[in-house]
């Protein structure tokens, strides 16, 4: 079992910068799948990028990619989300998520989720 506790949301202007964290408690890290997903007001949860448990392959959602970087560390026992050239829409609870199966990478199911943490991009 893994405990996710997400940081780093916050306020930013339409083009900047945020980087959300993800820290992971448990010995079982490393062979975890790990996700982010988020939800806006008035909609339904989305997964936006998903890594590997080493690493080695990840994926995005069409809407984020080339903006966004999901990265992990498994030494550390974290998952990262770089977001860059941010946008309105992007507002929205952001939700770290992790799976001890490879399979969720594929279906987007996840058994473990975090608090989530507030992004508001303004105009």
């Known amino acids: 079992q893994v405990q996710l506790v997400e940081s780093g949301g916050g306020w930013v202007q339409a083009g900047g910068s945020l980087r959300l964290s993800c820290e992971a408690s448990?010995?079982?890290?490393?062979?975890?799948?790990m996700a982010w997903f988020r939800q806006a007001p008035g909609k339904e949860r989305e997964i936006v990028a998903a890594?590997?448990?080493?690493?080695?392959?990840?994926t995005y959602a069409a809407s984020v990619k080339g903006r966004f970087t999901i990265s992990r560390d498994n030494a550390k026992n974290t998952v990262a989300l770089q977001m860059n050239s941010l946008k309105p829409e992007d507002t929205a609870v952001y939700y770290c998520?992790?799976?001890?199966?490879?399979?969720?990478?594929?279906?987007?199911?996840?058994?473990?989720w975090g608090q989530g943490t507030q992004v508001t991009v303004s105009p």
């Open positions: 998520a992790g799976d001890p199966t490879r399979w969720a990478y594929y279906s987007g199911r996840y058994e473990y």
């Open positions: 448990g010995r079982t890290f490393s062979s975890y799948t």
């Open positions: 890594i590997t448990a080493s690493g080695g392959s990840t």
